[in-house]
């Protein structure tokens, strides 16, 4: 039995995997999931207490309530990096934003961790531009190739690189 005739679960799962990688390649994914995982560390340490032994330690603080806030926002903008990606630039700067605020606000920022994953999160969102060819077609071509080809220098224009030669 070859792994051609067996399908079954293998055939199904690269077909969900390839289906994913797609998925994932049509939106700033790495920059959304950071951004997400930042802000879970940012809410969850101003409400945690950690018992040792007998002893309980809370981390609770005044800003509880600005550190569940920026948390929550964390993990909205993560969302809107995966599902509005027009909107990633807005995102992106705002996740910056929180991750600065929740240095001050929130525990150094869930203890950098949360801070750091919202901060790099958020530069990836900003970063990332959609790939032209995906969104067009394979076989379309780029309109700023066909520009360049069209003003630039060549034999039918005489080489003149879309300038006027004096003289």
């Known amino acids: 039995m070859s792994a051609d005739e ?8 690269g ?8 998925w994932r390649g049509q939106r700033p994914f790495w920059g959304g999931l950071l951004t997400l995982l930042g802000g879970i560390p940012i809410m969850y340490f101003p409400y945690a207490s950690i018992p040792l032994g007998a002893l309980t ?17 964390l ?38 961790i949360g801070y750091l994953m919202a901060l790099i999160g958020g530069a990836l969102g900003i970063s990332w531009v959609p790939d032209k060819s995906r969104a067009a077609g394979e ?22 690189n879309g300038r006027h030669s004096a003289g």
Do not use: Y
């Open 139 to 160: 076989d379309a071509v780029d309109t700023e190739d066909a520009v360049d080809a069209s003003a630039g220098a060549s034999p039918t224009n005489g080489g003149a």
């Open 75 to 112: 993990v909205v903008l993560g969302l809107t990096l995966w599902f509005q990606t027009q909107s990633r630039v807005f995102a992106g700067v705002a996740a910056i934003l929180l991750a600065l605020v929740s240095l001050v606000v929130s525990n150094f920022g869930g203890f950098v």
């Open 15 to 22: 077909r969900m995997r390839r289906s994913f990688r797609g």
């Open 57 to 73: 330690i809370s981390m609770s603080t005044t800003a509880g309530a600005g550190s569940l806030i920026i948390g929550v926002l």
């Open 6 to 13: 067996r399908g079954g679960l293998g055939g199904k799962l």
